[in-house]
């Protein structure tokens, strides 16, 4: 009886072994939902400026909450994924195989026959590593290592990219402010000569002709102004958009009164040698370049043996209804289970796999020359940008200079146009063209202001910085 309880409660042990092998994936799997991934916050940044936007919290903003960045930066995650999913090479893997299995058969040897169905429990732990595979484990992790490096690379364009689309929409919306103060300054000062040609009327030191001329050029005036009014709106929605945060408040910004630089501080040749050091593009050409000459080498290393270690360690057993033995019939029981293990080191040499690595090898060498043509096409495209946008802004530059002029020029023909009127020497037609000639060269002037300031922005972004 004492040894019939102890068979009992050996056999209650392995099966809870059994079952808590079974569930053990399900039990993990249980424990992870309970802790979900943590999901990304896209939350706006309030700004910190006492209502005022910055142009660098427009920046900090998008960085935080553009789309385009989330998306770059994440990418980076994936890429180390990757290389860390390769770096597993490097260690053994392991798992735990369990079986039950029944079923019927006869099984006669010499000295034991067993007839019936039978139960069959298994439970076993594999253990594979591989030892050296000369250097295809090396040369996958370390293209896997480049690829990251190539990612952060491609981060760095994307958020030199987003920083551009920020500069350009605050600058665009700070111009088409400006435009609307020009046009709104030109509304209150036709208010002023249609109340001064009324009252000139009044007394019959003029025409109704300069009445009516006066209040046209008002109306005029008037609908220019809403046009500028809806291209600032419409540009506050631009600079939402690049910044990235859809529900953005209106609150006023930063002028930047600054005088702009009139030109570069050097040469065309040097902010093309700079280009070529900084742009983050061609770096990540030539981190690919570095990734692809590994997996090149990886793949030769395909017609190279693997050297690989193998072990076991299981604990089964079968168990028959009835056994013979000698003459005598009796009842076999699968537990306890009996151990047993295994030890291997294995050498395997590649003789021929249907030309499989041969045309990876091939495949390999093509990628690294489309990549190398990309990283050519990419290197004149730099040169593109640095040369236009250099070009652009010495242009802008000298339309600067002339510009200002332009409207310095305007502003006294516009006081002496008025003073003339204003005594009654001149008359309503030479005043509205001294009107528009100054409204005209004024909206030319800061056009030109926010023009240059944006177009540095495009130069500094050709040349890396």
Known sequence: M??????????????????????????????????????????????????????????????????????????????QAVWRQQMAAYYPSI????????????????????????DTYSSQVNVNMILYNFGKREGTVQAAKET????????????????????????????AQAIVKVNQDTVDERQLVVNQTQGFFDVGTRAKIDVVRAQANLYSAQADLITAQNAMQVAWVVLKNAIGVRYLPLQPLVEDLSTPTIRP??????????????RPELKSFEAQKRAQDQTIAAARRGHLPDIIFDSNYRRANVGNNTATFLGHTFRLDAFPLKPGWQVQVSLSIPIFDGFRTTNRVQESLSTYYVISAQAEQQRQQVALDVESSYLNLLAI?????????????????????????????????????????????????????????????????????
């Open 148 to 175: 990251v490096d190539a990612t952060a690379f491609n981060y760095t364009a994307t958020l030199n990219s987003v920083v551009l689309s920020v500069k350009q929409a605050y600058y665009g919306y700070l111009q």
């Open 397 to 465: 530059s000298e339309r600067l200079k002339a510009n200002r002029a332009a409207a310095d020029a305007a502003k006294e023909n516009l006081d002496l146009a008025s003073g003339r009127y204003q005594v009654g020497v001149g008359s309503i037609i030479e005043l509205t063209d001294a009107q528009n000639l100054y409204t005209t060269s004024e909206t030319t002037y800061v056009r030109t202001v926010y023009d240059y300031r944006i177009a540095d922005a495009f130069f500094q972004r050709a040349i890396g910085r």
């Open 95 to 118: 798992n735990v195989n369990n079986f039950y299995r029944t079923g019927t058969e006869v099984n006669t040897t010499s000295s034991i026959s067993t007839t019936g169905a039978f």
């Open 265 to 278: 501080s050097y040469g065309l040749d040097e902010a093309r040698e700079i280009a070529y050091a900084n």
């Open 2 to 79: 004492k040894l019939m309880a102890k068979t009992t409660q050996q056999r209650d042990s392995y099966w809870l072994f059994f079952t808590l092998l079974l569930l053990w994936p399900t039990l993990c799997q249980s424990a992870e939902s309970q802790d979900p991934a943590p999901q990304m916050s896209l939350q706006v940044a309030e700004p910190k400026s006492n209502g005022v936007l910055t142009l660098d919290t427009a920046l900090q903003m998008a960085l935080d909450n553009n789309p385009n960045i989330i998306q770059a930066r994440q990418r980076i995650n994936a890429q």
